[in-house]
């Protein structure tokens, strides 16, 4: 088994940042990519930012400039450094994984999601 689990969600006010941590753990054998996904109330889940294993990283246009998305690939661990944060970056956060198992099965995994609210 493989389980995410995020850490670094909360409150903050408009422009302010955060720091959001995804650690991966259980039956690895590499991992392809990492990165986020949200879904605030009411809209689909989106792609945040993600980093593949060659180091390449994508954004959504909302988000390019404000965020920053970084792997520590020791530590089985991807970041999400938010700044600038606005109110309508308000969502559940969710870490996301594309990951070859120990068993050569590759799989998607989810973290459990971490609240993200920008308000004054």
């Known amino acids: 088994q493989v389980q995410l689990v995020e850490s670094g969600g909360g409150l903050v006010q408009p422009g302010g940042s955060l720091r959001l941590s995804c650690v991966a753990s259980?039956?690895?054998?590499?991992?392809?990519?990492m990165g986020w996904y949200r879904q605030a109330p009411g809209k689909e889940r989106e792609q945040v930012a993600t980093q593949i294993s060659g180091g390449s990283t994508t954004y959504v246009d909302s988000v390019k400039g404000r965020f920053t998305v970084s792997r520590d690939n020791a530590k089985n661990t991807v970041y999400l450094q938010m700044n600038s944060l606005k109110p309508e970056d308000t969502a559940v956060y969710y870490c996301?994984?594309?990951?070859?198992?120990?068993?050569?099965?590759?799989?998607?995994?989810w973290g459990q999601g971490t609240q993200v609210t920008v308000s004054s």
């Open positions: 259980g039956s690895i054998s590499s991992i392809n990519a």
């Open positions: 996301h994984a594309e990951i070859v198992t120990i068993w050569g099965l590759l799989r998607h995994y």
